[in-house]
């Protein structure tokens, strides 16, 4: 193990689900990161990279795949210093499963709803870990992660409405989460908030007039192999790498069971399917998982799942 974080640190992340660290990145690296989100977003191209505000074009909610977009994503996501952190929670042999770049645009930026990573992208076992890497400094004015505390000891919660996953918990309190848990995780651009995949969490609207942008690469231990192929989940496969350590000649597997994300229609995002937008098209996208071969087979059934 490399040891970058202490066994009280090691130890409150068991305990928590989640782990806030400041200075892993030298502040310059933080600096190009936010110029070349600056400039992405300033392109005549915005809607080929990101997914913008509803109703609003010139306005981006989330780049896609940044680290396709600039060579300094893939340089923090492979950073020596993040790795060791990583490792230091599930193991030396690290595969990146995806990266994303969360932008939470001034007095405005969607709400992102109660939810848990694993609920999207189910694997054989649990070791898997999201780092949330705060682009400028973030607080509760401008909407910080918030996080409920412990809420990963509870399991994978229910993320269906009327039956089909809506990727998001209806309420804390009715899936067994207190409310009491909910934290803040306020920090400095650099700062590091590693997510385990089943802690519950969750961001408001910005009320600031100042951006909080977020860029997010998502690990797993090499022998955590997904259990679900579905469209919003297969598109990360083509370019998961593995950037430390071995690749694994087995699939490690815990006991029990996992709920699948099988929606009523297919979603492109979180901010899709948590908002229901993928229901608009009034049935004519194509029905998830196991709802497809029967909608193929009849149409109207396909409609009437996604009324």
């Known amino acids: ?47 080929a990279v990101a997914e913008t505000e509803p109703g609003d074009p010139t306005v981006a909610r989330r780049i896609w795949a940044p680290t396709s977009r600039d060579e300094v994503f893939g340089r923090i996501a492979e950073y020596p210093r993040l790795l060791d952190t990583v490792a230091d929670l599930i193991g030396e042999n690290l595969v990146l499963q995806y990266s994303k770049l969360n932008v939470k645009a001034p007095r405005v930026g969607s709400v992102v709803q109660w939810h848990q990573d694993f609920a999207f992208y189910p694997h054989s076992n649990i070791d898997l870990v999201a780092a949330l890497i705060y682009l400028d400094d973030a607080t509760p004015e401008n909407a910080c992660l918030r996080v409920a505390a412990g ?38 651009a650099g700062t590091v908030v590693f997510l385990h995949p089943l802690v519950a969490h969750a961001s408001e609207l910005n009320h600031s007039d100042r951006y909080r942008r977020a860029f997010i690469p998502a690990y797993r231990a090499s022998d955590a192999l997904p259990l679900y192929y579905g469209p919003h989940a297969s598109h990360n496969e083509p370019t998961a790498k593995l950037v430390r350590g071995k690749a694994s000649k087995t699939a490690r597997t815990e006991g029990g069971t ?30 998830t998982g196991y709802f497809a071969g029967e909608a193929a087979e009849d149409p109207s059934a396909l409609a009437a799942a996604v009324m």
């Open 1 to 47: 193990m490399s040891n970058v974080l202490t066994e009280k640190q090691i130890d409150s992340y068991r305990e928590s689900g989640f782990l806030v660290v400041e200075g892993l990145f030298e502040d310059e690296l933080v600096e190009r990161a936010r110029r070349t989100v600056d400039r992405l977003l300033s392109g005549p191209d915005l809607g």
């Open 151 to 188: 809420s990963h000891r509870l399991g994978l919660l229910n993320h269906e409405v009327d039956g089909y996953f809506a990727g998001k918990i209806a309420s804390l309190p009715a899936v067994g989460v207190p409310e009491s848990t909910v934290v803040d995780c306020p920090g400095k």
């Open 258 to 287: 996992w709920r699948l994300p099988l929606a009523a229609a297919e979603f492109n995002s979180l901010f899709e399917i948590q908002e229901g937008a993928h229901l608009a098209s009034s049935g004519r996208k194509a029905a």
